[in-house]
């Protein structure tokens, strides 16, 4: 198995821009994470999913943040409109019973 | 409201010295605790955990001890090497009923450099 797969690896965009995040784990994985990286806060977990299913997402910043599971095999966070407080690495992360897998990240910069 | 917290961001030892690496939470439904190991450019990966019932666990040259009582625990890597040197993150998870039933609260990281 590849892994937990993000994409893209880095991002820079401008203020204001949409920008869109995307995963796919692991083919079996019932759980499904997003996380946010950055030196102030360390990891936050943004929303979580079961079974393609939002479970909570009280972690998300803003309505500016928002997330979608349409299959078992991909999910995105978007990010409309981007602001520089938005950069960090976002880690996805899925999970079975014995634990957690986390992609590579994806480093987003807001100019 | 940080409920986990890695008080040290950084940490210096030498090869073959024991690291120690500290961790404390102020949630007291937490009953289930990990250990990530973090390299640059990469996802974090699961090192060790321990359950609330225990109060160590061992794994190799890695020991986690859990003090329950001042909510509070501790890595220990003897001996320390070289390719250990990472970010370590510390996590907790309440009503733990299996591997994937979880959210994880994670703790800011300690970077650990291992000095040949």
């Known amino acids: 198995d590849a892994g937990v797969i993000q994409s893209p690896r880095h991002e820079v965009t401008e203020m204001g821009q949409e920008v869109t995040l995307r995963c796919k784990p692991i083919?079996?994985?019932?759980?499904l994470f997003w996380y946010r990286q950055t030196m102030m806060r360390g990891l936050e977990l943004l929303i979580y999913?079961?079974?393609?299913?939002?479970?909570?997402d009280s972690g998300m910043p803003e309505d500016r943040f928002s997330a979608k599971m349409p299959n078992a095999s991909f999910s995105t966070l978007k990010i409309q409109p981007s602001e520089p407080r938005d950069s960090a690495v976002y880690f996805c992360?899925?999970?079975?019973?014995?634990?957690?897998?986390f992609g590579s990240g994806t480093r987003l910069t807001v100019v | 409201d940080q409920q986990v917290k890695q008080n040290s961001p950084s940490l210096s030892v030498q090869e073959g010295r024991i690291s120690i690496l500290n961790c404390d939470y102020t949630?007291?439904?937490?009953?289930?605790f990990l250990w990530y190991k973090k390299y640059p450019a990469e996802g974090p990966t699961f090192l060790i955990s321990?359950?609330?019932?225990?109060d160590k666990n061992e794994d190799g040259r890695f020991t986690v001890f859990l003090n329950k009582s001042a909510k509070h625990l501790s890595l220990h890597i003897v001996p320390s090497q070289p390719g250990d040197s990472a970010v370590y993150f510390c996590a907790a998870s309440e009503g733990f009923s299996g591997g994937s039933n979880y959210k994880l609260t994670f703790g800011k990281g300690t970077l650990l450099t291992v000095n040949p």
């Open positions: 083919s079996g994985h019932d759980y």
């Open positions: 992360a899925s999970s079975d019973f014995y634990g957690y897998t």
């Open positions: 321990i359950s609330s019932i225990k």
């Open positions: 999913f079961n079974n393609n299913v939002p479970i909570d």
């Open positions: 949630n007291s439904m937490f009953d289930y």
